[in-house]
Structure formats: C-alpha cells, structure tokens
C-alpha cells in the first residue's frame, strides 16, 4: 500500500514538471494586448485597459475609459490625458531603474540614454525566475508557469502559453503571456492577478493619438517644438481648397472657398462665402497684397456692388465662435501660410474621415483670439495632415485634412471649438480667378474701356453691319 501511493506520487510529479522543450519566455520587441487587473489589497478593484509596448520606438501606450497615458522614455516624461469632456492633460516624471516597477525606465550604460524595459523586466519576469510547472488555464489554455520573488514578502506566478497554442499573427512562436498572479509568501493570499487578452506580436492598431485638440504642457521641451514649415507640412505658393466650418455655437457645417496665389510681387487671397448676416447675399472677399499697395474688396455677387478698403484688418461684429469664417481670414497669417515657428507637438496618428491617415501636430497660443465677447485664456491649434502622394512627390506632407481649434475660458472647464475640414485641395489656381474689374466698374472709378470696330464681308445683303461699333 506504501509502494502505491509512493509511485503515484511519483508520477504526479513527472506529470507536473515534465514539458516538451521547456525554455525561457522570448517576447516580441512590440505587442498590443488587453489587460484585465484586479486588485486585492485591502479593497477590491477591477480594472480594464488596453497595452501598446514598442521597444524600437521608446514608448508605452495604456488606454482605458477615463484616460490615455503616454510613457516617452526618451524624455522619461508620462502624460496622462483626459477623455473626459474637460479633456485635460498632466505630464508627471517616470521613475527609474525601480526594479519593482516594470513600468519605470533604464540607463543605456554605452550612451547614458533611458529606455524602456525589456518586456520581461516589463512584467516583472526576472532572470532568476524558476520552471514552476504546467497547469490549464480558462479551460481551455495549456500553459507554463514561472516563479519569481519581488520582495521578501511576495511572489510573482507569470503563466505562459505553451508553443503548440497557435497564433495566426505569431509566425515566430514568440512567448504568450496569459496571467501573472502576486502573492504573499507567508499565508499565500492573492494581492492581484493580472489577465491579458487579445496578445499580438505586432502594433495594429492605428489610432494612437490622445483626444483630438489637447496640448500637453511640458510633454515636449521647448527647444524641440516643431516648425511645420521645417518638416514640409506647408501650403505652397499656390492652392485651391473648400473648406467646411462647424463650431460648437454653430452645429450645422458652413461652407467656403479659398483660393490663394503667391508671386514674387504680389499675393492675392480670395474668399467665396455667404456670411451669417440677415441678407444671406454670397460675398467675394479678395485680399491683395501688393508691392506698393495692399486692399480689401468685398463684392456682393448678387447685387454687383463693391466695397475697397485700404486697411487688411477684419472687424468681427460677433464672437469668434460665431464667425468662423471671418475668423479663418482674420488670422489666416497664424493659421495657414505662416504658423508660429517651434510652436507644435507631434501627437501621432489618426483615422481621419475613415479612411484617411492623418499625422497630427498641436501648439496652444495664450490670450488668442482678440475677442470683443470673450476672454479667451489660451487656443490649442491642431492640424491634421496626410501623406498621401497627391501633388508634390518630394514633399513629406501632401494634403491638409482638418484644422481643429480648442478656445478656452479657463483651463479647467471644457473649452469652446472651431473645426475646419479641407476638401478638393489642388493647386490648379490662375490670375483670372482675381479679377477685381467689377469693384472699378461698380463704383465708377476709373478703368479701361476698349472700342473696337467688328466688319463682316462678303455679306450678301448690305445692313450697314460694318459700321456698328461693339464696346467691352
């Protein structure tokens, strides 16, 4: 009876610690995956969030209902920001060489650079940790189970698949993590057990931006802002593009038309549009900048009738939120042709109207806009631009999708918007487009009149046709 219960003891354990080729875990130097954690430690907590880890390019992604934490580990900067309607944002410092925090960062001894961990110090798989054995998980995953101690008072059990669970993403049987438990050691209570889901080798999720029109204070030292003119997300000297406007007064899209020409003596700006007035009459506004001489013409195309100013200068009747158009052609130098130089943030990619992948860039300006209605505290500007090959095939940026404007009050109440979407972009504009001859007609000033006499012969039947004159 001893031998019996001795050989099946004996034969439990080679069950348990017997494996196929058992070897330590390798990861994947990027992986995308949900985690599920629950916490506990005196109060229970269930928390779910979505893990984007990329060693090559420095940084750590957590995504939850509430927030987005971005870990720039080359600057050992973390901002968090809020989905909230007050879409907020923090930046904190992130620790270092913290051997009980996986999400703390390391020294490059070589170059004294910061780095993001190795993914198994990530999850705090040391590499003291011991085979443990072989159990089931979720009743359906067969797994390997590691040992480690963190602390004189816990344990860490990671579990992870074993090689023959099959991934149609992981071509190089890299290791699948499946759940780390923390333990104490002297009464075995469970601190947290962490469970990951949805485990892939690569990044495929495209949409790693924070909410669209928050600007990060101190995310970015101030000495290495963008210029957008320096990495070719400009305009060129000539361009034609519609543009729609929706603000959160004015809900219902507006559209417009903006052509712009650019010479080397003149520059000319033309706005097509029907302002927000009682008369709703379509209006023409083109700007000319000239060598001696800079004017205004605003046309009524419905009536004919014209207005010149010698002076540039928009006057908004109502609140910029009110004006969006008149906004865009107020402040056109600051937002279109000539932005702030090392004034925007590189915020990363977005699915722009579907189908489109914007790369997006954000600045914040204080005291902007001058308003006769509001105060405004501080404008966060943010563009969207794509790279497809459309026009300029040297260029890095080829066409602009939307320009977002967030106008706040107070930095901590939800601010007002100005969104701007950009259609039918090409640069496909002429002189002819500019043609101010009707302001000069309309007012009765001066212009150019031509007389010239039209003959016909050869005509049969004579109507004194050869003496008519035709005036244009």
């Known amino acids: 009876m001893m031998m019996c219960r001795f050989y099946l003891l004996f034969m439990l354990i080679i069950k348990v610690h017997g494996d196929d080729n058992v070897t330590y875990p390798n990861f994947s130097r990027q992986a995308e995956f949900l985690i599920e954690s629950i916490i506990n430690d005196g109060q229970h907590k269930r928390l779910f969030f979505e893990c984007i880890y990329d060693y090559d390019n420095n940084y750590l992604i957590l995504i939850s209902e509430q927030t987005l934490e971005y870990y720039n580990y080359t600057t050992l900067t973390k901002a968090i920001y809020s989905k ?3 879409k907020q944002c923090n930046t904190y410092p992130i620790d270092i060489n913290n051997p009980f925090d996986g999400f703390s960062g390391v020294i490059n001894s070589n170059d004294n650079t910061t780095h993001i961990r190795s993914f198994n110090d990530f999850l705090l798989l040391t590499s003291n940790a011991t085979y443990f054995g072989e159990t089931i998980l979720r009743g359906y995953i067969h797994v390997n189970q ?4 963190i602390s004189n008072n816990s344990d860490i ?3 992870f698949a074993k090689s023959n669970y099959i991934m149609p993403w992981n071509s190089q049987n890299f290791t699948i993590p499946i759940q780390r438990i923390i333990k104490r050691k002297d009464d075995g209570f469970i601190l947290q057990i962490l469970n990951i889901f949805s485990y892939k080798t690569i990044i495929t999720k495209l949409d790693l931006t924070p909410p669209k029109g ?8 101030i000495n290495e802002l963008i210029s957008l003119q320096d990495i070719d997300m400009k305009f060129p000297k000539k361009f034609n593009v519609r543009i729609d406007v929706s603000t959160t007064s004015q809900q219902l899209w507006k559209s417009f038309h903006l052509r712009y ?11 097509d549009y029907t302002p927000s007035d009682n008369t ?3 209006l023409t506004i083109i700007l000319d900048y000239s060598q001696n001489t800079s004017r205004l013409y605003k046309i009524n195309r419905r009536t004919g009738s014209c207005i010149i100013n010698e002076s540039m200068n928009i006057i908004l009747m109502k609140s910029v939120i009110h004006n969006p158009i008149e906004t865009l052609i107020k402040y056109e130098d600051i937002l279109l042709s000539n932005p702030p130089k090392r004034f925007f943030q590189y915020s990363g990619k977005r699915p722009c109207r579907g189908s489109i992948l914007c790369e997006i ?6 005291l902007f806009s001058f308003d006769l209605e509001e105060d405004w505290l501080a404008t966060n500007i943010e563009w969207g631009w794509s790279k497809r090959n459309i026009i300029n095939k040297n260029s890095s940026y080829y066409y602009p999708i939307y320009l977002n404007l967030n106008l706040y009050r107070e930095m901590n109440e939800p601010p007002a918007n100005i969104h701007y979407e950009f259609y039918d972009y090409h640069t496909n504009v002429y002189l002819n487009e500019f043609d101010l001859n009707l302001c000069y007609r309309s007012n009765q000033l001066e212009y150019q009149h031509l007389t010239f006499q039209f003959k016909i012969r050869n005509q049969s039947i004579s109507n004194n046709i050869e ?3 035709i005036n244009r």
């Not at 928050?214 to 030292?221: N, Q």
């Not at 650019?262 to 000319?268: C, F, S, Y």
């Open 280 to 282: 709703l009459n379509p």
């Open 157 to 159: 059990i990671w579990s």
């Open 467 to 469: 003496n008519n004159l």
């Open 146 to 149: 590691w040992i480690t101690s």
């Open 214 to 221: 928050i600007f990060c204070k101190d995310l970015v030292p």
């Open 84 to 86: 909230t309607n007050l």
């Open 261 to 271: 020409y650019l010479t080397n003596k003149q520059k000319l700006i033309r706005y």
């Open 361 to 366: 860039y954000i600045g914040q300006l204080s």
